[in-house]
């Protein structure tokens, strides 16, 4: 049985405010601090990548503050399509939450584009480099990194948005005993993305989040980066896409029927 469409209330209207502004804040700091680790020479994070990693995982945790009492911070699509499948939010929203999501990834690259463009226009030009020619592209969007095909990066977004989903599902489950309290699950969060990206991020720089790549993208495709953003080389456009979709799917699976809620105590079967 279809559900119905949600109502345009002023309650859902908010929900959907609070997911562009959760993604909005998690784009605006991400990449500016991807902006520092790659226009300035030498960089601030040069032998830091851990500085890179953290700040990111905090304007997540960041944004969960700002946001969770309102719509809850999906702020990603593969979050908000594994709670639809595993968590019981409504499906009717899943689409209009992505939507939001893109847009508030697409602000956020605005801003750090309004901030930056001086730095990179200057980085491009000493460098050699065009837009065109995906000059500074590493700011806004995720691209394969040293010896990665882009079947394989599909792989490895499917296994690190597993784990970042299989994180937030064990951390928000209110039956886990050792799950953090007093509110700080919005910083484990945010250290659980760190730590994704400590580990593994050099892989193709951890998307794990359709609307953090595909909205700085889009933003990017309109402002003089064109091809270099859609298709983009190999034509990875995609690859941040669908990987996580398909690993939000796993991970929820992994924590909601495999080994998670299983072995729990009886009530939260």
Sequence with gaps: MLEKAPTMS?????????EAIAVFIIIAFGDSVAAMYTLYSPSPYQGA??????????????????????????????????LAMYRKFAWAKVIPYCIAQVVGAVLGASLVYMLYSPVINHFNEVSHLTRAAGGAAG??????????????????????????IFGIFAITESYNEMAPGANSGALMIGLLVALIGASMGYLEAWAINPARDFGPRLFCFVTGWGSSA????????????????????????ATSTWCGRTFLPTSAR
């Design 10 to 18: 002023r309650q859902y209207i908010g929900e959907l405010i609070s």
């Design 49 to 82: 990548y851990w500085g890179v990693c953290i700040a990111w995982g905090l304007a997540v945790t960041i944004a969960i503050y700002a946001t969770g009492s309102v719509s809850g911070t999906h702020a990603n699509p593969a979050v908000t399509l594994a």
């Design 139 to 164: 700011v806004f969007f995720t691209h394969p990194g040293l010896a990665i095909t882009p079947m394989h990066a599909f792989g490895d977004q499917i296994v690190l948005t597993a784990f970042l």
């Design 230 to 253: 859609f298709p983009s080389p190999g034509n990875y456009w995609w690859v941040p896409i669908a990987g996580p979709l398909l690993g939000g799917v796993v991970g929820g699976a």
